[in-house]
């Protein structure tokens, strides 16, 4: 049987200190259980790396559809460094689903062509509750966390590069 990786395990040596930045976070209501898990994971993960909790932008937008105007919108009023993008999104019955998957992809891609900061894609698109639950904190860690590691990363490259 194939072992099942944490996706959240990385090197502490290799995140760079979040001392001075400024990042903000957009989570969805809808399915609250797994976003709000996620968005534990981003704020503990930013403060563990240094980052202020005042300098932590915490928002909630209705559903995954919306997290890209709410990203946008904190790019053009807060003077973030990085907006994380966090959602959750379950196959359904439906064809909603890979409408929803794809408009949030393609509305979180253009966001990071338009604004000169990171947008980091934390939207789980899974097929059942289960695999949320695993990604939300559960055996395949949380991709909150892995999302504040990506934004810290993505902050300190553009330093590196100005």
Known sequence: MEKKKNLS?????????????TVGIVVSEWNAEITEA???GAVDTLKRYGVEEKDILLKHVPGSFELTMGAQWMAEYSGVEAVICLGCVIQGE?????Y???SVTHGITELNMK???PFVFGVLTVDNMDQALARAGGRHGNK?????V???????LKRDLL
């Open 9 to 21: 395990d990385h090197d502490p040596a290799s995140v760079p200190s979040g001392e001075g930045t």
């Open 38 to 40: 996620l968005a534990r």
């Open 94 to 98: 439906t064809p909603h689903f890979r």
């Open 150 to 156: 990506t934004a810290l990363k993505m902050i300190a």
């Open 144 to 148: 909150g966390e892995e999302a504040a």
């Open 100 to 102: 929803i998957c794809e």
């Open 115 to 117: 604004y000169n900061i």
